[in-house]
C-alpha cells in the first residue's frame, strides 16, 4: 500500500450505518413451518394456524366453519393416495377440526431460487382459484426442507383416469357433463390470465357430488420448463397442443387455446377407451409423440359417435391455435347443449370405483 492510501484510510469515517447480513438458515430447522407469504387477513389462535373463512356466496364450497389457510403441523397422514414421478399425495385430517384434506407433496429438489418462484407463484394461483366452484382449492402453500407441498381439496372420488379405468368408456351425456363442468373452470382460469398447461384425465377430480373439478392449476411457468426438459413426463407430453410441443415451429409462445387441444384429447380418450394419438400397444416415447402431434393430422373422433360429439372434437383438435374456440364459447356448443336441462347424474360412473 503507498503512503496516500495509508493517509487516505486512516482518515476514512467508519461507516456506522453498514449492517452485517443475517446468515441463511435450512428451513427443515424450523421447528414450524409457516406459509408463505403470510395471509394478510391471518388470525392467531394458540397453535399458531392461519384462520380465514371461505366466502358463504361460493356455492361449492366447504361451510364457513372450515378454516381456510391450514398449517403443515395441524395435519396427520391417514393414507396414500397416489404417487407419480415427482412427488406424493396423501390423504389427512386435520387434527382438531377432523376436516379431510388432500396433501401434495413435491418432492423434486429444485434449486432454492427456483422453489421460492414456485411457492410464489403457487400462492398467487391459489387466491386466483379461491372463488370457483369448479377448481380444487388450496388452503395452504409451503416450502420446507427442499420439498413444496400443498394443502387441497380433498376429492372423494378420485380422477377421471380412475372412473376411465373402471370404466373403458365413457358415454356421451356423462362426457357432456363433466365437459361443461371442466369448460367452467377453464373459463374461470383463463379470465384470470392463468394457463392450465396440464389438462388430463389424472388432473380432473370428481367428488361424491358429482362435482368435477380441475387440479393442479397451479403448474408454473419455472415448473413448466423443468418438466418440458425431462423426457421421463411422457403423460404430460401427450396431452400437449403441437404448440407446447414445437415452440420454435408455432412462433415460440401459446395461450389458453392451449388448454382446449388438451380437453378435446382427453375427452376423446374417454370415448374411445385409450390414448387416441396412437395405436393400441404403440410405445409413448418421444419421438413418436413429437411426431405423431406436430406433423400427423388431428386424432379423428370415432365414426359411430354423434355429429354433435365430433363436431366438439374437431373443434378442439386445430392444429392451427386461432382456429380453437375458447372456453366460453364451447359451453355454447351443440354438444353441450344437447344435454342441457337433462338430469344426468355421474352416479353410475363412480359405483365401480374401488376408493
Not at 198 to 227: C, M, W
Request: overall charge positive; hydrophobic content about 35%.
Amino acid at each position: 500500500m503507498d503512503i496516500s492510501s495509508s493517509v487516505a484510510a486512516k482518515n476514512r469515517k467508519p461507516r456506522t450505518h453498514l449492517k452485517l447480513p443475517i446468515p441463511a438458515r435450512d428451513p427443515s430447522s424450523f421447528a414450524k413451518p409457516f406459509p408463505l407469504p403470510q395471509p394478510p387477513q391471518a388470525l392467531s389462535h394458540p397453535s399458531h394456524s392461519a384462520v380465514t373463512h371461505i366466502r358463504s356466496d361460493n356455492p361449492a364450497a366447504p361451510s364457513s366453519a372450515e378454516i381456510r389457510d391450514v398449517w403443515l403441523d395441524d395435519l396427520e397422514k391417514l393414507d396414500l393416495l397416489g404417487r407419480g414421478i415427482s412427488g406424493k399425495v396423501y390423504r389427512v385430517r386435520h387434527k382438531r377440526n377432523g376436516n379431510i384434506y388432500a396433501l401434495k407433496i413435491i418432492q423434486e429438489q429444485h434449486e432454492p431460487a427456483v422453489r421460492k418462484n414456485l411457492v410464489k407463484e403457487m400462492e398467487i394461483s391459489r387466491r386466483f382459484c379461491a372463488n370457483s366452484p369448479y377448481v380444487v382449492q388450496c388452503y395452504g402453500v409451503f416450502e420446507r426442507g427442499g420439498e413444496i407441498s400443498l394443502v387441497l381439496e380433498y376429492m372423494d372420488a378420485g380422477t377421471l383416469a380412475h372412473v376411465l379405468s373402471a370404466q373403458k368408456k365413457i358415454s356421451e351425456p356423462y362426457l357432456a357433463e363433466l365437459t361443461r363442468q371442466v369448460l367452467k373452470g377453464l373459463m374461470y382460469l383463463h379470465s384470470n390470465k392463468i394457463v392450465h398447461r396440464d389438462i388430463k384425465p389424472s388432473n380432473l377430480l370428481i367428488n361424491r357430488r358429482q362435482q368435477v373439478k380441475i387440479a393442479d392449476f397451479g403448474v408454473s411457468t419455472e415448473l413448466a420448463h423443468t418438466l418440458a426438459q425431462c423426457n421421463s413426463f411422457v403423460g404430460t407430453f401427450a396431452y400437449m397442443s403441437p404448440e407446447r410441443f414445437d415452440p420454435d415451429g408455432n412462433g415460440g409462445h401459446y395461450d389458453c387455446s392451449a388448454d382446449i387441444w388438451s380437453l378435446g384429447l382427453t375427452l376423446l380418450e374417454c370415448a374411445i377407451g385409450r390414448f387416441p394419438c396412437l395405436s393400441p400397444g404403440q410405445k409413448a416415447d418421444w419421438p413418436t409423440l413429437m411426431w405423431v402431434i406436430c406433423w400427423c393430422d388431428p386424432p379423428a373422433p370415432p365414426p359411430d359417435a354423434s355429429p354433435e360429439f365430433q363436431s366438439f372434437i374437431r373443434s378442439c383438435l386445430q392444429k392451427d391455435a386461432a382456429q380453437r374456440p375458447t372456453a366460453h364459447g364451447l359451453l355454447n356448443h351443440p354438444f353441450v347443449k344437447k344435454y342441457e336441462g337433462q338430469s344426468c347424474s355421474l352416479s353410475p360412473l363412480l359405483e365401480k370405483l374401488q376408493l
